[in-house]
C-alpha cells in the first residue's frame, strides 16, 4: 500500500505522528533542524524519508533488543532504500555508485549495514546533519 503514490505506509510512516495523535507529545529522539542544501534550492528536494530516518534510528538503535532492531529497523532501511533507488532514480547523485555501495553494506551486520546505508544515501543526497549525526553515522 502506499501513501499517495510515493512511500511505502508501514510502521517509520505513522511513527512521528504517534506521539501527537496520542496526545503523548513527543517522546523520541531530539529532532534535526530541516536545512536547504544547494539541490533544494535548484529545485531538487531531499525525500522526507532519510530526514525521518536519520532521526529516529539512532535513537531506535540505544532502545531497542538486537531482535527487534532486527526486524523493525535493519530490514525496512534495507528494503526501503533499494525500493526508492528503483522507483526514483532521478534524485540520487551518483546513481551507480550508490546502488553498489547499498548493495555491498548488505553483507555487514545490522547496525554497521544500516549506518552505512544512510551514510551512502545521505552522501548521495547531499543532506546537511549535524555534527553528532555524521559522528553516529561515521561509527
Given at each position: 500500500m502506499t501513501l499517495y503514490g510515493t512511500q511505502p505506509v508501514g510502521f517509520f510512516s505513522a511513527l512521528p505522528l504517534l506521539p501527537a495523535f496520542c496526545g503523548w507529545g513527543?517522546?523520541?529522539?531530539?529532532?534535526?533542524?530541516?536545512?536547504?542544501?544547494?539541490?533544494?534550492?535548484?529545485?531538487?528536494?531531499?525525500?522526507?524519508?532519510?530526514?525521518?530516518?536519520?532521526?529516529?534510528?539512532?535513537?531506535?538503535?540505544?532502545?531497542?533488543?538486537p531482535t527487534l532492531y532486527h526486524v523493525a529497523v535493519a530490514r525496512f532501511v534495507r528494503e526501503y532504500w533499494g525500493w526508492a533507488l528503483d522507483c526514483y532514480p532521478m534524485i540520487f547523485g551518483l546513481l551507480n555508485r550508490t546502488r553498489v555501495a547499498v548493495k555491498e553494506a548488505q553483507i555487514l551486520d545490522d547496525k554497521a549495514m544500516v549506518r552505512s546505508i544512510l551514510h551512502t544515501?545521505?552522501?548521495?543526497?547531499?543532506?546537511?546533519?549535524p555534527e553528532y549525526v555524521r559522528s553516529w553515522l561515521d561509527g
Open positions: 513527543w517522546v523520541g529522539p531530539p529532532l534535526l533542524p530541516v536545512q536547504r542544501t544547494k539541490k533544494e534550492r535548484a529545485g531538487k528536494s531531499c525525500p522526507l524519508g532519510i530526514l525521518i530516518q536519520l532521526q529516529i534510528v539512532p535513537w531506535m538503535e540505544r532502545t531497542f533488543s544515501i545521505a552522501f548521495s543526497l547531499d543532506v546537511q546533519m
